[in-house]
């Protein structure tokens, strides 16, 4: 048994320790990173998440799609997207986080900067008019911060930043007969704020994005783009069309320190604390807690008493393990067994694993034990 225990210990930490040992955790907000004037400023993407519009609360989609799924048409960096170490939270909450082509440079405000160029064709025009009418945002992290928009509290005038931004928007018709259509927001201006520390170190504090969709942008000879105005928004049309995704960065000195940077994003908009849930939740908590350990208690006070009784018993006069067999104590012995089971392999494990997914084994797993307990208990 005990090289069957050591044989699951080692599989299980094989399991931990491989995937992630040549990225190893980091906790994310823990070390500032300090920029001197000029610096690139990494900007990683992150999933592409379903929104809610104040026009139609409903909830349109629910799932998340990956930045480079190719129908979005968003440019991708050279040698093609890295995927970013994360933190233990960001992997619980499932996200993406991977490289981008855009390029910042602490204290270098940059006006109308060329991304790329793409053409869509029916099939992406047809997907990406799909997500827009689904509200889909766009999630950017910089130097760990979301991307974010400005927003304010009518009750109280307080600013604060909500995470992510949309792809595109709806253009409703004005007549009767007219039909909305989506536009792209191939356009954004980054406001980064940053907090100069002294001579050459800045750090990042904030960062607001405003995306705009401009159909009159295209690129120019060099690398350069003409990004048009956002008075003529580029609306999706039937076929094929080029898209020029441009980019505008600027950068604000802020008093913010580096410390409170968060706060603006964890605005809470209805401060009031829910008295009677917090009560429930407790009480509920107190009983069930109260009931495991009555169980427990019951469950093991027998073997405990076993236990107590080795104790009692002079283990110099032993010669072996013997004696203490003979009273009725073993090594392991009840309740003690069950690690054992838990890290003992199934005989055919692949066999099991054929129907995990789709509730057979749940129900196969039921069946057996019903069969098995009837078997145990003479009476049932
Ligand atoms: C960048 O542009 C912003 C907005 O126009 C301005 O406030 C800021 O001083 C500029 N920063 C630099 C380093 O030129």
Redesign the pocket.
């Known amino acids: 048994m005990s090289r069957g225990v050591s044989k699951g210990a080692l599989l299980l930490s094989a399991f931990l320790i491989t995937p992630w040992s040549s990225l190893a955790f980091y906790l994310p907000g823990v070390a500032p990173t300090t920029y001197a004037p000029d610096d690139r400023v990494p900007l990683y993407v992150n999933h592409l998440t379903p929104g809610l519009s104040t026009k139609d609360e409903r909830v349109h989609s629910i799932f998340a799609y990956d930045y480079y799924h190719p129908d979005f048409r968003f440019c991708t960096p050279e040698g093609g997207p890295q995927r970013i170490p994360e933190s233990l939270g960001s992997i619980l909450f499932g996200d993406r986080i991977l490289t981008s082509p855009y390029e910042l440079h602490m ?3 940059e006006t109308c900067k060329l991304l790329c160029e793409q053409k869509f064709d029916q099939e992406a025009i047809n997907f990406v008019e799909e997500r827009i009418y689904e509200y889909y945002t766009l999630n950017w992290l910089i130097d760990g911060l979301p991307a974010g928009q400005l927003w304010r509290n009518p009750d109280t005038k307080t600013k604060f930043y909500i995470p992510g931004f949309l792809l595109g928007s709806v253009v409703w018709g004005s007549g009767s007969d007219e039909e909305s259509r989506a536009s792209l927001n191939n356009h954004v201006d980054l ?1 980064i704020d940053y907090h100069e520390l002294g001579p050459k170190k800045m750090r990042v504090v904030g960062v607001l994005v405003e995306p705009s969709s401009r159909n009159g942008s295209k690129s120019l000879e060099g690398g350069k783009a003409d990004c048009g105005d956002d008075t003529q928004p580029l609306l999706l049309e039937a076929g094929d069309m080029p898209v020029t995704w441009t980019y505008s960065v ?4 802020s008093p913010t320190a580096w410390a409170t940077r968060w706060d603006k994003y964890l605005y809470v908009i209805n401060p009031e604390i829910h008295w009677f849930s917090l009560i429930i939740s407790t009480v509920i908590v107190v009983l069930l807690t109260g009931m495991v350990a009555s169980i427990l208690l019951r469950a093991l006070r027998k073997d405990i008493a076993r236990y107590n009784r080795l104790d009692r018993i002079n283990l110099d006069d032993l010669s072996g393990t013997s004696a203490a067999l003979d009273d009725g104590v073993q090594e392991d012995s009840g309740w003690k067994l069950v690690h054992g089971d838990v890290f003992r392999a199934p005989s055919h494990p692949l066999l099991l694993s054929v129907f995990l997914g789709n509730g057979a084994q749940l129900f196969v797993m039921t069946g057996l034990t019903i069969r098995e307990l009837s078997l145990r208990i003479p009476s049932v």
């Open positions: 204290l270098k405000n406001w600027y950068w604000r000195p």
